[in-house]
Each structure stands twice: as C-alpha cells, then as structure tokens.
C-alpha cells in the first residue's frame, strides 16, 4: 500500500516537472523572439535622434569629451544640440571647432539667457529644445554609462536595453491609442 502511493506520487513529480520544463522551453523561446522583434526585427528602422548637451564653461579635455558625440556609432540620423545661456561662454569657440572639424554633422548651437525658473542647467534645456529635430531626444550629462551599436547594448540587457524596451512599449501604447481614437 506505502509503496503504491510513493509510486503514484513519484509519477506525479515525473509529470509535474516535465510539464514545467515544456513551460521553461516555451518561455525561452517567446523570449527570444521577443528580444530579437526589440533589437530591430526584420527591417532594422531606427528613429533619428536629438541629443541635448548643455554647457557652461570651458573645462579641461571638453573638445575631446564633445567630439566623442560626434563619433557615436548610430546608423540613423543623429543630431547634437549644444546649448550655452551666454554668448561669450567659453564653450562657444569650442563648439565652432568641432563644427569645423565635423563638417558631415548636424551640430547646432543655442546660445539663449532666457531663464525659465530658477535651475539654469533645466532652462539651458528648455531654450535647446527649439532646436531638436527629432521626437526621440537623448539628454546627455557627460557620463557614459554603456558603450556599443544599438545591437551590441541591447545584447547587454542594461539601461539602453531597458530604456529602448520602454520606448517600443510607449509607441505601442501610442498606436494602440490612434487606433482606439480613429475607431
């Protein structure tokens, strides 16, 4: 009798766990299609790109620091917005030779006093925004967190992973919104 349930529950366990390694083998394969329909899909379509930069001063190694900007490895369009609160900033000269060191690049420069509260770094932020071309804008405070092709950084599953998932879900969630509307 003990042993006939020890064998019922031991078929159990046997059909349990094969039951949950099917599931396993089912998720991971849903994972990974998903995560190839993030990382591009079929038609590898990026969106252009904005990059906010503000600037005050000329610290040592900036020209370096910015035309790193401008080498970035991005295979749509990019576009750098630098952006001063003073004319006479330092900074200014600097950005002039980058422009002239790279022609090929759409660099603007803002040069606007205009203060919209009491954060001047925000309000540098606000006056570039005029200038942005592009919907989906990068706020770049100097520190790179992650290096590497839009593959490469989402291969990694870091913060340009996460951020770019977010994005895809937004869109998502846009679309499903004008669809909702237009109905």
């Known amino acids: ?19 949950f390694l099917f599931l396993v083998v089912i998720a991971a394969i849903r994972f ?17 790109v904005s990059v906010l ?10 020209e370096a620091a910015l035309a790193t900007f401008l080498c970035q490895d991005y295979p749509a369009p990019v576009q750098i917005v630098f952006g001063l609160q003073a004319p006479d900033d330092p900074a200014h000269a600097i950005v002039a030779m980058l422009k002239d060191r790279f022609p090929g690049r759409d660099i603007a420069l803002v040069s606007n006093p205009a203060a919209h509260g009491s954060n001047a770094k925000v309000s540098n932020l606000i006056n570039m925004m005029a200038e ?3 919907d989906v804008l990068v706020l770049a405070e100097g520190r790179i967190v992650e290096r590497g092709s839009h593959r490469e950084l989402l291969a990694a599953e870091g913060e340009y992973a996460r951020m770019w998932a977010l994005q895809q879900q937004a869109a998502a969630a846009e679309e499903t919104l004008e669809r909702v509307k237009a109905a």
């Open 1 to 19: 009798m003990i042993g006939d349930v020890l064998l019922v529950c031991a078929a159990a366990g046997l059909i349990a766990s094969t039951v």
């Open 32 to 48: 990974r299609r998903a995560r190839r329909k993030i990382a591009g899909g079929a038609d590898d379509s990026l969106p252009p």
């Open 53 to 62: 930069k503000p600037l005050h001063g000329a610290e040592p190694g900036l």
């Open 132 to 134: 942005a071309a592009h």
